[in-house]
């Protein structure tokens, strides 16, 4: 079992920075690919970043490519999102996700099998 906490939220402006943060529980974290996810208020999740269980490969959407990293420390058994140059459509509150495999072969939510309760990102124009 894998349980996950997020934190890092709040409230910023547009043009401002924010930094997520996910603890996992577990001795193979290190083995998890991860994710994280958004949903804006009225919107389904989507998709918004992805790393695998080594850091080696990172994918993002592409609203929100050039702006946000993902990255771990596996020795921290955390995972990291940073967001630059936040813009109003970015609110939303924000999951973190994990699936047990290396890998993920899509941006679907449906490959991960772990989820957070999510951290609220509020960007005011």
């Known amino acids: 079992q894998v349980q996950l906490v997020e934190s890092g939220g709040g409230l910023v402006q547009a043009g401002g920075s924010l930094r997520l943060s996910c603890l996992a529980s577990g001795r193979t974290f290190s083995s998890y690919a991860m994710g994280w996810f958004r949903q804006a208020p009225g919107k389904e999740r989507e998709f918004v970043s992805g790393i695998t269980w080594s850091g080696g490969s990172t994918t993002y959407a592409d609203s929100v490519k050039g702006r946000f990293t993902i990255s771990r420390v596996n020795a921290k058994n955390t995972v990291y999102l940073q967001m630059k140059s936040l813009k109003p459509e970015d609110t939303g509150v924000y999951y973190c996700?994990?699936?047990?495999?290396?890998?993920?072969?899509?941006?679907?939510?449906?490959?991960?099998?772990?989820w957070g309760q999510g951290t609220q990102v509020t960007v005011s124009s």
């Open positions: 996700a994990a699936t047990q495999r290396r890998t993920y072969n899509s941006n679907s939510d449906r490959e991960f099998g772990y």
